[in-house]
């Protein structure tokens, strides 16, 4: 069982920053594709962006040049740095998990680990 707690949610206005953190209670011998998925409501959900095993990343192309995740404490921290806001960033932010090397296409859809949330609000 994985626990991930999230925070750094906020409001920000148009072209602000935030930084969500995500604390885990991952050991540092299974690997995971950790990551982060978004919902707003009346929305879907969307994957924002993934880090593997391996330590490579991949970002949806709305977060494209905008965002950054990275991890600290042996893995055990997940962030997502938010630069150029925009109200369609609004949502609530997971870091999620899901056991393998590699981060599938369709990861956020059924992770097998994620938290309760950071809202994000983003004002123009």
């Known amino acids: 069982q994985v626990q991930l707690v999230e925070s750094g949610g906020g409001s920000v206005q148009s072209g602000g920053s935030l930084t969500l953190s995500c604390a885990t209670s991952r050991d540092t011998v299974s690997s995971y594709c950790m990551g982060w998925f978004r919902q707003a409501p009346g929305k879907e959900r969307e994957g924002v962006a993934t880090?593997?095993?391996?330590?490579?990343?991949n970002y949806a192309d709305s977060v494209k040049g905008r965002f950054t995740i990275s991890q600290a404490n042996a893995k055990k921290t997940l962030y997502l740095q938010m630069n150029s806001l925009k109200p369609e960033d609004t949502a609530m932010y997971y870091c999620?998990?899901?056991?393998?090397?590699?981060?599938?296409?369709?990861?956020?859809?059924?992770?097998?680990?994620w938290g309760q949330g950071t809202q994000v609000t983003v004002s123009s």
């Open positions: 999620a998990a899901v056991a393998g090397d590699y981060c599938s296409v369709s990861w956020y859809l059924f992770p097998n680990y």
């Open positions: 880090i593997q095993n391996d330590g490579s990343t």
